[in-house]
């Protein structure tokens, strides 16, 4: 007998969408068995015909920037809004704490601060600044993931650029390691010599970030990283000019691979209206053509999409897939099957969270890479825009102050949580958690 059963008519497993029973015992899914096969669980749960269950979410960039600037948004909160959209694991970004994560002693501040205030399980990214060279082996031993650079300015002064000197030296000494080099790809130069953004309509900003800045870093980071044969990825593109690029280094085989994020997927900008703050980010949200043609890296494999796993359909189902996605990417009743499991019956939507989180793998913060061995169940209760706790859910992890009845958690960089970075988007209240710095 397991200790849950999930029942749902829409299962998504890795062979498609099907009707199925899902066995979670110990905190880990065992079992997943057709619909019409009897699965005995000391608790079952049947989903409604409308719902869909899946794996949890892994949101791979995520900026907590606590501590520093905990009022941005903290570890409590950001992690709270995570397991309340079914994202499980998180990797927190370097920049916006202070101090940023670009040393091992830095990665212990990071660490000591998440430790009994998380309610998913949370990694770390470093960060490769001018002057870090000599620690990022360090942070590699110490458990970072990768580290992430900026080719432009971030916005922060504590987190300075890479020149192309400073990212070709930081490569040659990655490679040394196998480390990987995230990059924040807008060329400097280009955006200086674009107009600067005026006005109300969103076409002056989407002006001043022209697709060139983009093809233009991305270009230099693939040359840099077939000259020293580190790995590299890009993150957040937003412009589909870059795609051949990447296309053509995959295949010279340059080390390298790239990301774009839901709302480069979902928003086109001509639908922006003026004055609307809260689509600003950097790169821009661009065009409906670029959307589309986005939407075929995704689909050909030459983009990866943040916090977002394309389901395994046919290639017929694209269109449905697409229209899906552009009316909310799963703000309709999607439930979420964790390691722990997981069910979300509509607008009474129940998502199961880790009974006892870890930080990098243990609630101490000793093992290198997140596990769930050992983690306890626990459900998270939410509504729209809410966020309830329930039993369990900070067992294991004195002196956590767990989210309030009701209380409303925040987006990172949420509109009147702080000033962002301006590689940061804007979001209002209560919607997604995840930055796309």
Known sequence: MTDLVVAARRVVTGGGIRAAR????????????????????ADTVVLDDDAVLLPGLVDTHVHVNEPGRTEWEGFATGTAAAAAGGVTTILDMPLNSIPPTVSAAALAVKRAAAAGRVHVDVGFWGGAVPGN???????????????????LDSGVPEFAPLDPAGLQAVLAELATFDGLLLAHCEDTATIAAAPDPSGREYGGFLASRPPAAETRAVAGLIEAARETGARVHVVHVSSAAVLPLLRDAVAAGVRITAETCPHYLTLAAEDVPAGATQFKCCPPVRDAANRDALWAGLADGTLTCVGVRPLPVHAGAQAVRHRRLRRGLGRHRVAAAVAAGGVDRGRRAWTVARGHCTVDGAAAGGARRPGNEGLDRARVRRRPGRLRAGRGVHRGSPGTAAPQPHQRVRGAHSAGGGAPEPGCAVRPSGTSHSGTC
């Open 22 to 41: 899902v066995g979670v015992t110990g905190g880990r899914i065992t079992a997943v068995v057709p619909w019409a096969e009897d699965l005995d669980g």
């Open 133 to 151: 060279i000599g620690a990022l082996r360090a942070l590699h031993e110490a458990g970072a993931y990768g580290v992430k650079c900026f080719l």
